[in-house]
T-cell receptor
Framework: SQQGEEDPQALSIQEGENATMNCSYK?????LQWYRQNSGRGLVHLIL?????REKHSGRLRVTLDTSKKSSSLLITASRAADTASYFC?????????FGKGITLSVRP | DADVTQTPRNRITKTGKRIMLECSQT?????MYWYRQDPGLGLRLIYY???????NKGEISDGYSVSRQAQAKFSLSLESAIPNQTALYFC??????????????FGPGTRLLVL
């Protein structure tokens, strides 16, 4: 069964807008990671946040983690059409990742 | 990621056939994983291996077996394929590196159709 549950399942925005995606999980974690998948291709790691961190930035990405609520959010600022993809959160416990079902992001030009 | 390759990329087989999916990596990582992806279900872990002598079952190992032939090679077999094994299969690798900051590198996937 999935550990992470993303919300919303699908998101459609205009280019230039910000995209916010949420993830909730159920058990203890070492870290939480976000991955991106372009249609039918392999996943690519985007950003990792450790359980003792609250916020992290990487380029246009900002991830937050609230371990008391067992939730995380991924913010993509100034979105581009090329950001259109599926995004997955994954929780790491003892070097095993458990993935959520994913969020489909569509960025309209 | 060209550092992790999977063969074949697409495969059509019939119920009851034995098939093998292969994964090779040039990243020098000890840890390798097999996942399957079904529409709407995300990725689920089938088997994983932390080194050549280590094999572990994942969440959905029934109907599958694996072989870790070398550090760089990890194969997934379906002994007797059935239609509900139709899915997209991914191999991934990782390196423990810094504590609690391990990320995975994925191959391009193998699309399997069992008729």
């Amino acid at each position: 069964s999935q550990q992470g549950e993303e919300d919303p399942q699908a998101l459609s925005i205009q280019e230039g807008e910000n995209a916010t995606m949420n993830c909730s999980y159920k058990t203890s974690i070492n870290n939480l990671q976000w991955y991106r998948q372009n249609s039918g291709r392999g996943l690519v790691h985007l950003i990792l946040i450790r359980s003792n961190e609250r916020e992290k930035h990487s380029g246009r990405l900002r991830v937050t983690l609230d371990t008391s609520k067992k939730s995380s959010s991924l913010l993509i600022t100034a979105s581009r059409a090329a950001d259109t993809a599926s995004y997955f959160c994954a929780t790491d416990l003892n070097s095993k990742l458990t993935f959520g079902k994913g969020i489909t992001l569509s960025v309209r030009p | 990621d060209a550092d992790v390759t999977q063969t074949p990329r697409n495969r059509i087989t019939k119920t009851g056939k034995r098939i093998m999916l292969e994964c090779s990596q040039t990243k020098g990582h000890d840890r390798m994983y097999w996942y399957r992806q079904d529409p709407g279900l995300g990725l689920r872990l089938i088997y994983y291996s932390f080194d050549v002598k280590d094999i572990n079952k994942g969440e959905i190992s029934d109907g599958y077996s694996v072989s870790r032939q070398a550090q760089a090679k990890f194969s997934l077999s379906l002994e007797s394929a059935i239609p509900n094994q139709t899915a997209l299969y991914f191999c991934a690798t990782s390196d423990p590196g810094t504590a609690y900051q391990e990320t995975q590198y994925f191959g391009p996937g193998t699309r399997l159709l069992v008729l």
